[in-house]
């Protein structure tokens, strides 16, 4: 089974601040993706990213794929309490013909006002 | 709103006992995914079915079963319940196989929040 840690577990931080989560793997991934889940609720897809090094910005968000697509960044400008959410990872290899997803147990972020 | 909805939202139930959950992929979508979400485990893939076959397996215990009807719904049975199978189990659905890659986008359910007592 190929892992995929994130870093960190928990972030709380205030309005305004910036921040970068990690997710980070031994093994080569084909795709990586990041969602944001809300309490209640299931996962959101926020970006794909396929192609070592790309760097992908969604707003305030820019997402960043390792040169050996091993490993990713998300990092976040001037959070918003809107940001608050746990943030997972998603990496997926190929198995039998298919392309399983491999979720990080996530990173917990909390922005206060 | 995804387009993905799951039933029941909440279930509590005995161990032993046999349960089943119920989704319903967004309209068009031919796959269907389901995960379990533990507080100690994170989201873990169950299975994939595609138009009705199964197209992948991840950790589904042998005690968990699924299926996809014709309509496209999907059920994921669980039986001899034990204390640690108490999760989330989210669906997710997207329109192709996953066999081709990158990944497909998934859109997912609200989730079905089990307890076992």
């Known amino acids: 089974t190929q892992l995929l840690e994130q870093s960190p577990q928990f972030l709380s931080i205030q309005e305004g601040e910036n921040l970068t989560v990690y997710c980070n793997s031994s093994s080569v991934f084909s795709s990586l993706q990041w969602y944001r889940q809300e309490p209640g609720e299931g996962p959101v897809l926020l970006v794909t990213?396929?192609?070592?090094?790309e760097v992908k910005k969604l707003k305030r968000l820019t997402f960043q794929f390792g040169d050996a697509r091993k490993d990713s960044s998300l990092h976040i400008t001037a959070a918003q309490t809107g940001d608050t959410g746990l943030y997972l990872c998603a990496g997926e290899s190929a198995s039998g013909g298919s392309y399983i997803p491999t979720f990080g147990r996530g990173t917990s972020l909390i922005v206060h006002p | 709103d995804s387009g993905v909805t799951q039933t029941p939202k909440h279930l509590i139930t005995a161990t032993g006992q046999r349960v089943t959950l119920r989704c319903s992929p967004r309209?068009?979508?031919?796959?269907v995914y389901w995960y379990q979400q533990s507080l100690d485990q994170g989201l873990q893939f169950l299975i994939q079915?595609?138009?009705?076959?199964?197209?992948a397996k991840g950790n589904i215990l042998e005690r968990f079963s699924a299926q996809q009807f014709p309509d496209l719904h999907s059920e994921l049975n669980l039986s001899s319940l034990e204390l640690g199978d108490s999760a989330l189990y989210f669906c997710a659905s997207s329109v192709a196989s996953g066999t081709s890659g990158p990944a497909e986008t998934q859109y997912f359910g609200p989730g079905t929040r089990l307890l076992v007592l």
């Open positions: 309209s068009g979508d031919l796959s």
């Open positions: 079915y595609y138009n009705g076959e199964e197209r």
């Open positions: 990213v396929v192609t070592g090094g």
